[in-house]
């Protein structure tokens, strides 16, 4: 009897208790008959050996069987961790009471889960193998190792006895039954698979690698399942086909979409082979097919520079390309522009002409001018370079941005620069601006000045801004100018003479020619240049010592270049007329000059002069009343005419901006006092010759006709011509009124009353 008494629950010491723990928990899952401490008191802890003796089992000493033949499980589960441990330790030491247990738990909730407590056929061993199936299965009820520790991996076999599942292949199988709806469901949608990009994907978002994947797979970041050795390894290609019912992409053709998402060229083109390139095409052309429209990042990644070119071009976006076929080679050569490589050219990149043009390659020889021209910088040989403009003034290309816009000047054969056609002329027929312009009838023929004048503006011939800038050369050089070309210069400004022009010029030039009288023309400061309209005076300042002072004209005078038009140009851009510049001085007659006071008679003051002046105040342009007639005349009846042998003269003094003061006398012949009523006069020697007459008769004229009208200057000069005139007909009565008819003048009664009276001897 004694030996069925089992002693504990005692609270001794701790090597005591120890010894006793294994009674505890085998007490929460057995009715072995312990000793009643509570009944014999602490004391009966103090007779162990005696206890022993009678044949009490003081301690557990892994007597497992006794716990089986004693096994009762408590009403209450679950059971504890130790408990649970204690279970499959006596079903792995006793296996012959084994189903004893199996029979007791095998439907009672009473194992830990990490989907809370379940019965052992509900539950699950987990296994490492297993890891896929956590990822793809939620709330699969895994028995918590943090709960029971890892002693319970060592009991595999007594809870599969139990009913846990520890096995994979029987895990799957429950699980297909267990949850298909679930399994169909995440087997398409949920990201299980792992992928070389370094993530889990869906089926629909991964791609099997195979052999068709090679070409593009350089240019692209795909989603292809992970088959390295770390891994699925090579042995996931053997369920291509249950992959493929997932939803996995096989065949490039059906996964065209995600090479539109995934392109990503090399950083270093080179790497980019022509294989590569007619892969991305076919899946271009197969995405045209289905009419799948190409997202933002397809277009952002396929402008990078990415497709070689020839002739130096190197690597280009598509829209700096161009495809060479037949077309092109009508008028250019492979290597004139950025056409694609040579080895691309071969017959599968031309097939894929359609693709190419979607991406911007330039297919079409009249879509391609522009790209051609801004290429064209790359060469430096004029047959080159001569042949890609004749294409481009073939098609009638035009320059439509400012990087376009240069030509080439050749230097020899393979040298020259590039200009700006601003730079340029097409034409210089007088060979003037060669160190000012570039002139492009040097180097290229009809057709082409034509193309440059269209399509860069060229500008046929030098215009006035170009003659201005020139001129300022000239000016600065100090050297003197050509006849020929001082008249190109004033034939440009008179040809397009405008008020532009002439606020151009005055704003511009600050010498103007003078006529040297040698072959060369000087270049003066523009303030001592003048217009010579009064030839006394020029006669006079050519004769001093300051030279040449009035400003060129072409002599002989040129069709285009009238003289007359070309003063009046001189004349609005400032320059002076010598008359309006010197200040006039006459002379004081010198003492000891001898006079001889003549009759006015004597030098044709008389009534047929005064008659000629009244028929002139007659004319009704001036509209003069007959008293104030009368009054202009009666100056000349009380006139004192004083004559002598001396030369009579006055000074014309000439400021120049160098401070100089240029000083010349002229004969003046004749001298009016009308403060004194006195006019001096050098006597008129008629045997000196007609030049000499006439000079008189000038003179003459023109002091009494200033005399007459000192009110009226506007008329002075017509008067002084009828003046003249009649002096050199020596005042003749009958030669004066028919001189008088033939200019339409007449006098009335009462003025030939006025002169009956004021001449009473004549």
Not at 29 to 36: A, C, E, H, L, Q
Not at 269 to 281: A, E, F, M, Y
Not at 498 to 509: G, I, M, R, V, Y
Not at 718 to 735: D, K
Request: a negative charge; charged letters at 25%; glycine letters at 6%.
């Amino acid at each position: 009897m004694a030996k069925d008494i089992t002693f504990t629950r005692l609270h001794v010491s701790s090597g005591i208790h120890f010894i006793l723990s294994g009674w505890e928990v085998a007490s929460q899952i057995s009715s072995i008959p312990f000793i009643d401490q509570d009944h014999y008191g602490g004391e009966i802890l103090n007779f162990k050996t005696e206890l022993q003796l009678l044949g009490v089992v003081v301690g557990f000493n892994d007597n497992y069987q006794l716990v089986a033949d004693h096994l009762k499980m408590p009403p209450s589960c679950p059971l504890t961790s130790d408990a649970t441990l204690l279970v499959l330790a006596c079903m792995h030491y006793c296996p012959k009471s084994a189903n004893k247990f199996v029979k007791a738990l095998q439907h009672l909730k009473c194992l830990k889960t990490d989907s809370g407590f379940k019965s052992p056929v509900e539950s699950f061993l987990f296994d490492p193998e297993w890891g896929c199936l956590l990822q793809v299965f939620s709330d699969i009820p895994i028995l918590d190792q943090n709960f029971y520790g890892s002693t319970i991996l060592c009991y595999k076999a007594e809870l599969k006895k139990l009913g846990v599942l520890v096995d994979f292949e029987e895990a799957l199988k429950n699980f297909s039954h267990r949850f298909p709806s679930d399994l169909s469901e995440f087997i398409s949608e949920g990201k299980w698979l792992w992928t070389r990009l370094g993530s889990h994907r869906s089926p629909s978002e991964c791609i099997l690698f195979g052999p068709e994947w090679e070409s593009i797979a350089p240019i692209t970041v795909l989603p292809f399942i992970d088959d390295g050795d770390t891994h699925y390894g090579r042995a996931i290609h053997e369920y291509e086909e249950e992959l493929k019912r997932m939803g996995v992409v096989i065949k490039l053709e059906d996964g065209v979409n995600f090479v539109a998402n995934s392109l990503c060229f090399p950083s270093n083109p080179s790497r980019i082979t022509r294989v590569n390139v007619l892969s991305l095409l076919e899946c271009i052309r197969i995405l045209q097919k289905k009419g799948c429209s190409f997202p933002e990042s397809f277009w952002k990644k396929i402008s990078q520079k990415w497709l070689k070119t020839n002739a130096g071009a190197g690597y280009r976006s598509p829209d700096q390309c161009c495809l060479f076929d037949a077309e092109w080679k009508r008028y250019l050569k492979l290597t004139d522009g950025p056409s694609l490589m040579k080895p691309f050219m071969v017959l599968e990149i031309n097939s894929y002409r359609k693709e190419l043009n979607s991406i911007g390659v330039i297919v079409d020889v009249g879509k391609g001018c522009s790209l051609i021209a801004s290429h064209i910088d790359l060469h430096s040989d004029l047959v080159t370079i001569t042949r890609i403009y004749n294409f481009l003034a073939e098609i009638k290309w035009e320059a439509d941005a400012e990087a376009d816009r240069r030509i080439w000047i050749p230097d020899g054969i393979e040298n020259g620069q590039w200009v700006n056609p601003t730079e340029c002329v097409l034409h210089d027929k007088d060979g003037l601006f060669s160190s000012q312009l570039y002139v492009l009838d040097k180097h290229y023929d009809q057709k082409l000045l034509e193309f440059f004048a269209s399509a860069f503006g060229v500008k046929s011939i030098p215009t006035v801004d170009d003659f201005c800038k020139l001129w300022k050369v000239w000016e600065s050089s100090g050297l003197q100018l050509s006849n020929g070309e001082c008249c190109a210069f004033w034939v440009c400004v008179m040809r397009h003479w405008s008020l532009k022009t002439e606020e151009l010029l005055a704003d511009c030039l600050v010498k103007l020619p003078v006529d040297s009288g040698s072959e060369g023309i000087l270049l003066f400061d523009r303030r001592d240049v003048f217009i010579a309209d009064d030839l006394q005076l020029k006669d006079a300042f050519e004769q001093s010592s300051c030279g040449s002072i009035f400003v060129w004209y072409p002599r002989p005078s040129l069709p285009a270049l009238p003289r007359t038009k070309l003063l009046e140009i001189f004349s609005k851009i400032g320059v002076r007329t010598i008359s309006e510049s010197v200040e006039k001085q006459e002379l004081p007659l010198e003492e000891g000059v001898e006079f001889k006071q003549v009759k006015p008679r004597d030098i044709y003051i008389d009534k047929v002069l005064a008659k000629l002046i009244l028929g002139f105040l007659c004319n009704s342009a001036l509209n003069m009343e007959a008293a104030k007639r009368y009054e202009a005349v009666k100056c000349l009846q009380n006139l004192s005419v004083q004559e002598t042998e001396e030369p009579i003269e006055e000074r014309y003094s000439l400021s120049l901006t160098s401070g100089e003061i240029v000083n010349v006398r002229i004969s003046q012949m004749i001298r009016w006092d009308r403060e004194n009523a006195i006019l001096f006069t050098q006597r008129l020697d008629k045997s000196n010759g007609h030049k000499n007459l006439l000079e008189y008769a000038t003179h003459f004229s023109e002091v009494i006709s200033k005399g007459v009208l000192w009110e009226m200057e506007d008329h002075i000069n017509a008067l002084a011509e009828l003046i003249r005139l009649a002096f050199l007909l020596e005042f003749n009565e009958e030669a004066v009124g028919f001189l008088m008819k033939s200019k339409n003048l007449q006098i009335f009664m009462e003025d030939e009353e006025f002169l009956s009276a004021a001449f009473p001897y004549e």
